[in-house]
């Protein structure tokens, strides 16, 4: 019988599954026992039904850029992603500690601001920052908590080792993923799981719920806690519904929503009903009219005041973006040091700061070998890849650049790490990140074993962003 | 609940009951102009009535395929079965939160199954199994709906929602009921309101025409009659508000508590005497009362307290 891994070759990158010499990694010797005893036959006919529980499941994401406002499911790569336990506990570490850090700035600049009179970040880089909120100077959320929900992204360079590319902490999704994709694999193909024990990953939204509870007003003994979307035409509808089906809390639009004494209340069949968390999953710019966009209907007038005056908690806190600011983001291994006194556990991706006129003169003389990003864009919009880039559009970038430095920087192009993944008929290595999830409350992290792994589908594709035709994968984190 | 979650439900529980009731009753229609092809016009005249649709220019040259076309694939009508389909599966996309796996499953899959057939991939003999697809996953949603979500006011919403819905489809198959109209159409009129073995149970020995009627529009035991539907809607209202049955605590009990009254004490004399098209005209004009009086008082625009 021919199998679908008789033909696969490493990539040229760090490849998660094999040696040098094309052998399997320790941890994955299993998995390629099962998948050799696995027809490509076979294994095509569970990829098609496996498309089609997710599509009549409706495990879908709105693609913007679409006209027509299809729902597509996300491409669902098969083979899973192993993580052994002690790489697992590295990164794990290196999450809570950056959140931690993290959190404590966002405390420090809407409060003393002492990190900035330590000139330990440049005063101008933080007040310039398009998601730095004037407004929520001096309003300090319970427990001191910001970054509620938060999701870190993470690659793994040429040698092996993991470095973080990005920090989500605003409103991070695919959670959703994580945990379908699980369910539909187990379903559809526990062959794969033949002699593995994954972590599980389903008691996450119990977790959620738990640490939103936690950051109720301090008054409020059972705290009643609502998800607030946009609405069905979002994006990330579909995981705004699994996880209010999966916490049993209610899912609110704006409009079901209304303000009375700077009291927040949902519209119900018998009256108004006091809510007192709201993990929103509206960008700060739409919560309120009254105080940011005003044509915004996504939020509810008035909500900013209740939240000033303490009455409701909003996960995550006003004004978090400051902190995943690309431009901010290479001080963060400075404010770890700051705030927490320890080293990095996990490193940053090399970053040139264009507003610095000497790592500018660098990037621009350098374009063709880094990635330029737009400090503000998220989702892979906004984006340059110097390699795949013309030289129509590199000049296209330089002039943006040198007319608002502040709104770039440039990283050198990182060759992520490389996975098996189905394609076609074969199964070729694809490059992989990885999201994992921390929830904050006080001083506690908990970064549940649930992480996303999303591959570029793309032969030699760097971007795996939904967006931009990435796909995800089952990401098994193995127990001690 | 939220109200706008209750609206949802509602709608969702009424598009899916209506493409249900229209799907069958396309069918009913088709199979019963083979036997009496003379008529096939007038019943697919009547069909439209029923519809609530106006009849489209090509309906002379060819009755039943234009029938077809615009009764369940025409999406744009708002009121042909792929329409409600769509109509539904919109609602459910709203509330899914709300939703069992099951039942969101099962409005997803009917959405995903009617929106990939077009008259063309059906067939002319396709048709008949094609409608009974439709008709089983609807039924199917309202088994789920019972089994699966717990019976509290989102389940009574979803109660409401079916029950006006088939509520007005009976009133408005009675309504097209002539006095001189042969035997054919009175079995049709039961087939499309699913009611052939239960009156068939249920009857005297020398049961007639107008004694079908009457079981269609004053059975209290017949889940698609208009009394029947009539008392769970004034139940489900009455668990929403807590007000003892027999009293009102708003303008939709008082409305529902009129219709059940004026059913429960009516009998196949009063419909006699009415005209059966003249009372199922004037119960349906006010179930349609009732339905706007319960959007106002449960799904206000602006909220009361």
């Known amino acids: 019988m021919r199998s679908i891994l008789d033909r696969y070759a490493p990539a040229p990158a760090f490849d998660e599954f094999a040696e040098a010499d094309g052998r399997p990694r320790p941890h994955y010797a299993e998995l390629a026992a099962t998948l050799a005893g696995i027809s490509a036959a076979d294994f095509r006919h569970r990829v098609t039904t496996v498309n089609g529980v997710l599509l009549q499941r409706g495990v879908t994401f709105t693609v913007y850029a679409d006209a027509r406002g299809t729902e597509r499911i996300l491409p669902f790569d098969l083979i899973p992603r192993i993580i052994a336990a002690s790489e697992w506990a590295h990164i794990s570490r290196g999450v809570s500690q950056r959140v931690r850090a993290l959190n404590a700035f966002l405390k420090d600049v809407y409060g003393e601001a002492k990190v900035l009179r330590d000139r330990i970040i440049p005063r101008t880089l933080v007040y310039s920052s398009e998601h730095f909120e004037r407004e929520a100077i001096g309003v300090r959320p319970p427990h001191d908590t910001y970054i509620h929900v938060s999701g870190i992204d993470i690659i793994r360079d040429a040698h092996g080792e993991y470095l973080v590319l990005e920090d989500n902490v605003r409103t991070p999704s695919g959670i959703s993923y994580v945990l379908e994709n699980r369910d539909v694999l187990k379903r559809a193909f526990p062959r794969l799981f033949d002699r593995y024990d994954p972590l599980p990953v389903d008691d996450y939204p119990q977790r959620l719920r738990n640490a939103l509870a936690a950051a109720a007003p301090p008054s409020v003994g059972d ?258 | 609940m939220l109200s706008r979650v209750a609206e949802s439900l509602y709608w969702m529980a009424r598009n899916v009951e209506r493409a249900e009731d229209l799907a069958r009753l396309i069918d009913v229609t088709a199979m019963r102009a083979v036997d009496h092809a003379d008529d096939a016009g007038e019943r697919w005249l009547s069909a439209y009535n029923i519809a609530g649709m106006d009849v489209p220019e090509s309906h002379g040259l060819s009755a039943r395929s234009t029938a077809l076309e615009a009764i369940v694939f025409d999406v744009d009508s708002r009121l042909s079965v792929a329409a409600c389909v769509r109509i539904a599966r919109q609602n459910a996309v709203g509330v899914r939160a709300e939703l069992t796996t099951e039942v969101w499953e099962c409005v997803n899959g009917l959405y995903l199954f009617v929106e990939a057939q077009s008259p063309r991939a059906v067939g002319p003999d396709g048709v008949s199994t094609f409608l009974r697809s439709i008709r089983d996953t609807a039924q199917a949603f309202g088994g789920l709906c019972d089994a699966t979500l717990a019976h509290d006011d989102a389940w009574e919403f979803l109660r409401i929602g079916r029950s006006i819905e088939r509520a007005r489809m009976t009133s408005r198959v009675l309504r097209e009921i002539r006095d001189d109209d042969g035997p054919h159409v009175w079995q049709l009129v039961l087939e499309a309101c699913c009611a052939t073995a239960p009156f068939a149970r249920a009857r005297s020995q020398s049961s007639d025409p107008a004694e079908a009627l009457a079981f269609l529009a004053l059975s209290p035991v017949f889940p698609r009659s208009l009394r029947f539907c009539a008392r769970q809607i004034d139940r489900a209202l009455h668990r929403l508000s807590g007000a003892p049955a027999g009293t009102f605590a708003d303008t939709s009990e008082r409305a529902s508590g009129r219709i059940c009254a004026s059913l429960d004490f009516a009998g196949q004399a009063d419909l006699a005497r009415e005209g059966t098209s003249e009372f199922a005209d004037r119960i349906g004009a006010q179930i349609d009362e009732l339905g706007s009086s319960i959007v106002s008082t449960y799904f206000p625009r602006v909220p009361v307290r």
């Open chain 1, 223 to 480: 705290p009643t806690i609502a998800i607030l979307t946009p609405g069905i035409y979002n994006s990330a509808y579909f995981e705004h519904t699994l996880l209010a089906r999966r916490m049993g809390v209610e899912l609110v639009e704006g409009t079901d929503l209304i303000v009375r004494d700077n009291i927040v209340y949902m519209k119900t069949t018998r009256g108004l009903q006091r809510v007192d968390v709201l993990y929103r999953r509206v960008d700060d710019d739409y919560i309120d009219p009254l105080y940011f966009k005003a044509d915004s209907t996504l939020g509810v007038s008035g909500l900013f005041d209740a939240y000033r005056s303490g009455n409701v908690t909003l996960a995550n806190a006003v004004g978090t973006g400051v902190a995943d600011d690309k431009a901010i983001y290479p001080y963060v291994p400075a404010l770890i040091r700051y705030y927490l006194g320890e080293e990095p556990v996990l490193r940053n991706v090399e970053t040139f700061d264009c507003s610095d006129p000497a790592q500018r003169d660098h990037v621009l003389r350098n374009m063709p070998f880094l990635v330029v990003k737009r400090t503000a864009a998220s989702g892979g919009y906004g984006m340059l890849i110097g390699s795949h880039s013309t030289v129509g559009e590199r000049a296209e970038f330089a002039d943006a650049i040198n007319a608002n430095p502040r709104d770039f920087i440039a990283q050198p192009i990182i060759t992520l790490s490389a996975h098996p993944t189905v394609v076609g008929e074969e199964i070729a290595p694809r490059h992989i990140d990885l999201r994992p999830f921390a929830l904050l409350s006080g001083d506690t992290v908990d970064v549940p074993a649930v992480a996303f792994t999303r591959v570029a589908l793309r032969e030699g594709s760097l971007v795996v962003n939904s967006s931009q035709g990435g796909g995800s994968k089952d990401t098994w984190i193995l127990a001690d």
